[in-house]
């Protein structure tokens, strides 16, 4: 806030009645019109400028690499086609894979098992904790029990 007690020579002078539409209007419309324009023409450029490095980053699996894995992968494939109990639980897996896959689950499951992890994780811990106590008790009433049996 300016304080004009400070300044006794401090006045605005003005004779024009305020134009309060006028004063409301920051850019004429050519300019808003240029101004979109410009925008519009410089985000398309962005735009495909990064779909362009997008896909010249998106790296292609050497054919060498896929015949490598089916040679060396011949044997677990192999075994579990051959297998009815890892087949089966192949074709159970794989199809709930497929299902959670279609309903789009995998965000919702994702929660829910960092959900369980995390109280797992903090189960494991206050057990940890208290058998590290116990430990620690026992650790105490050993070294009694060992100073008495020294008298």
Same mark, same amino acid.
């Given at each position: 806030? +300016?304080?004009?007690?400070?300044?006794p020579?401090?006045?605005?002078?003005?004779?024009?009645?305020?134009?309060?539409?006028?004063?409301?209007?920051?850019?004429?419309?050519?300019?808003?019109?240029?101004?979109?324009?410009?925008?519009?023409?410089?985000?398309?450029?962005?735009?495909?400028?990064?779909?362009?490095?997008? +896909?010249? #980053?998106?790296?292609?699996?050497?054919?060498?690499?896929?015949?490598?894995?089916?040679i060396?992968?011949?044997?677990?494939?192999? #075994?579990?086609?051959?297998?009815?109990?890892?087949?089966?639980?192949?074709?159970?897996f794989?199809?709930?894979?497929?299902?959670?896959?279609?309903?789009?689950?995998?965000?919702?499951?994702?929660?829910?098992?960092? +959900?369980?992890?995390?109280?797992?994780?903090?189960?494991?811990k206050?057990?940890l904790?208290?058998?590290?106590?116990?430990?620690?008790?026992?650790?105490?009433?050993?070294?009694?029990?060992?100073?008495?049996?020294?008298?």
């Amino acid at each position: 806030m +300016v304080d004009r007690s400070e300044d006794p020579d401090f006045e605005i002078s003005s004779n024009d009645d305020l134009d309060f539409p006028a004063s409301l209007t920051v850019l004429t419309e050519s300019k808003q019109a240029d101004i979109l324009q410009r925008f519009k023409r410089e985000s398309d450029a962005f735009y495909l400028e990064a779909k362009r490095s997008t +896909v010249m #980053t998106t790296a292609k699996v050497p054919y060498w690499l896929l015949v490598l894995l089916i040679i060396l992968g011949w044997n677990e494939a192999l #075994t579990i086609v051959t297998s009815p109990i890892y087949f089966m639980l192949f074709a159970v897996f794989g199809s709930l894979g497929y299902i959670v896959y279609l309903l789009n689950l995998w965000g919702p499951i994702e929660r829910m098992l960092r +959900v369980v992890l995390n109280e797992a994780y903090n189960i494991g811990k206050d057990k940890l904790m208290e058998s590290m106590e116990k430990v620690k008790e026992q650790g105490v009433e050993l070294k009694a029990l060992g100073e008495k049996k020294k008298e």
